[in-house]
């Protein structure tokens, strides 16, 4: 009877333990998480020629962001079929408006300077992703974690936010090296 007692006391001693440490809340100020691991690309011989300056990369990030978090958000459905992440897609689009429509306007003036065509560019962007939930089980997971980001208060313009993957070297997006 007593090891009962005993037992049932140590029991009730470390449930009270585990419960005063899941009360604690964690910190928001962490960095993201959540972008995969980028495939080790080799910068071509002409680089020099096809780089991308600071401006016109960060033009790109932010489209690339914007295009892959838009698919996530067809992609990752609920057991009910029902997209889960529409909620987060449409705060994200309203917090960060005025980002986008800086960025669709030098989105035009960068592919015009550079001869490349926008409309092949953002499809190349989502059909990669697109191609992702395949190859990488966390997808869904990577677009919550990009979306919670994302919308913290920390973050408040859209350069901030990595994109789920990193499809530069891929798509020869490549910054200019340093002089």
């Known amino acids: 009877m007593v090891k009962q ?8 001693g470390l449930a009270m333990v585990l419960a005063a440490c899941a009360v604690q809340t964690p910190s928001t100020s962490a960095a993201p998480n959540y972008q995969a691991a980028a495939p080790t690309i080799a910068a071509p011989a002409n680089l020099r020629a096809i780089c991308y300056n600071d401006a016109d990369l960060g033009t ?14 067809l992609a990752c ?12 897609y449409q705060a994200f689009v309203e917090k960060f408006g005025p980002d986008l429509s800086t960025n669709a306007a ?14 092949v560019m953002v499809t190349e962007i989502a ?28 973050v408040t313009s ?18 200019c090296p340093k002089t």
Not at 60 to 73: K, S, T
Not at 138 to 154: G, K, M, Q, V
Request: glycine share 6%; proline share 7%.
């Open 158 to 175: 859209l350069t901030q936010v990595p994109s789920p993957y990193d499809f530069g070297p891929e798509m020869k997006v490549f910054p």
């Open 77 to 88: 459905k609920g057991a009910d079929g029902q997209r889960r992440l529409t909620p987060q």
């Open 127 to 154: 059909n990669r992703t697109a191609g992702r939930p395949t190859e990488d089980a966390a997808f869904c997971s990577r677009h919550e974690r990009a979306f919670a980001w994302a919308l913290t208060p920390e």
């Open 60 to 73: 790109y990030r932010v489209r690339n962001v914007q295009q892959q978090l838009a698919v996530g958000v």
């Open 5 to 12: 007692a005993a037992c049932a006391s140590f029991v009730v």
């Open 106 to 119: 030098e989105m035009k003036t960068m592919v015009a300077r550079k001869r490349l065509n926008i409309d």
